[in-house]
C-alpha cells in the first residue's frame, strides 16, 4: 500500500458526462500528480499541483480540470467525455515539489466510457 | 519533452541479465525509474540526480550520464519477479519540474 488513495476503482458512465475522480495523497506529501494510462500504453503527464497550486501542465485536454484542496486531496473533472477518454487514471503524490524525491501511486481509477 | 526508451520489450530467461536505456534531447535534472506490473500502479526503483551517479536496488542498478542525457537500468540475474513493464521518468533541468515518462519497455522473464 502507497498511502495514496485514489476513489472511485472504477467507473463507468456514457458518452458526454462529467466524473470527478478524487486523489488523497499520502501524509506529508504536498505534491500531486495526475496520469493518464490508456490500454497498453505509457503514462501521459496530464497536470501537477504543489501545495494547492498548479505548478506543471501537459498534455491535458481543455475538458479536463484539476484542483488541490487546502487539506491537499486533488480532484480531477472530466467533461463532455468521449469513448477515447476510456483509460485508468492515476494519482502520484510526493513531499517535494519534483526532482528529487520518489513519487509513490495510488491503484488507480479505471475509467470506461460507454 | 517525454523520454526515449529502448528496447520496447525483452524477453529472457531467469539469472540472465537485460539493460533498458532511456535518453533525453534535452538537459536532465534527474531520472526516475518505476517497474508496473498489468493492471497496478507503478513503483518505484530508485531516482539518479548526478552525472555518472549509479545506484543499485537488489540485483537492479542504474546508471545516468549526465553529459549524453542518458541512463540505463542493470537487471542482473532477472527472476520471474522482475517482469513487467519499466518506465524511466525524466525532469528536465530548468522545467516546471513536471515527471514525464517515457513509453515503456516490456520486461518479460521465461523459466
Known amino acids: 500500500d502507497s498511502g495514496v488513495t485514489q476513489t472511485p476503482k472504477h467507473l463507468i458512465t456514457a458518452t458526454g458526462q462529467r466524473v470527478t475522480l478524487r486523489c488523497s495523497p499520502r501524509?506529508?506529501?504536498?505534491?500531486v500528480y495526475w496520469y493518464q494510462q490508456s490500454l497498453d500504453q505509457g503514462l501521459q503527464f496530464l497536470i501537477q499541483?504543489?501545495?494547492?497550486?498548479?505548478?506543471a501542465k501537459g498534455n491535458i485536454l481543455e475538458r479536463f480540470s484539476a484542483q488541490q484542496f487546502p487539506d491537499l486531496h486533488s480532484e480531477l473533472n472530466l467533461s463532455s467525455l468521449e469513448l477515447g477518454d476510456s483509460a485508468l487514471y492515476f494519482c502520484?503524490?510526493?513531499?517535494?515539489?519534483?526532482?528529487?524525491?520518489?513519487?509513490?501511486f495510488g491503484q488507480g481509477t479505471r475509467l470506461t466510457v460507454v | 519533452q517525454q523520454p526515449v526508451q529502448s528496447p520496447q520489450a525483452v524477453i529472457l530467461r531467469e539469472g540472465e541479465d537485460a539493460v533498458i536505456n532511456c535518453s533525453s534531447s534535452?538537459?536532465?535534472?534527474?531520472v526516475h525509474w518505476y517497474r508496473q506490473k498489468h493492471g497496478e500502479a507503478p513503483i518505484f526503483l530508485m531516482i539518479?540526480?548526478?552525472?555518472?551517479e549509479q545506484k543499485g536496488h537488489d540485483k537492479i542498478s542504474a546508471s545516468f550520464n549526465e553529459k549524453k542525457q542518458q541512463s540505463s537500468l542493470y537487471l542482473t540475474a532477472s527472476q520471474l519477479s522482475y517482469s513487467g513493464t519499466y518506465f524511466c521518468?525524466?525532469?528536465?533541468?530548468?522545467?516546471?519540474?513536471?515527471?514525464?515518462f517515457g513509453s515503456g519497455t516490456q520486461l518479460t522473464v521465461l523459466p
Open positions: 502520484a503524490s510526493s513531499v517535494a515539489s519534483a526532482g528529487v524525491t520518489e513519487a509513490f
Open positions: 501524509s506529508g506529501d504536498l505534491s
Open positions: 499541483y504543489y501545495n494547492g497550486e498548479e505548478r
Open positions: 534535452k538537459a536532465l535534472y534527474s
Open positions: 539518479l540526480l548526478k552525472g555518472g
Open positions: 521518468g525524466s525532469i528536465l533541468s530548468g522545467s516546471a519540474r513536471q515527471l514525464t
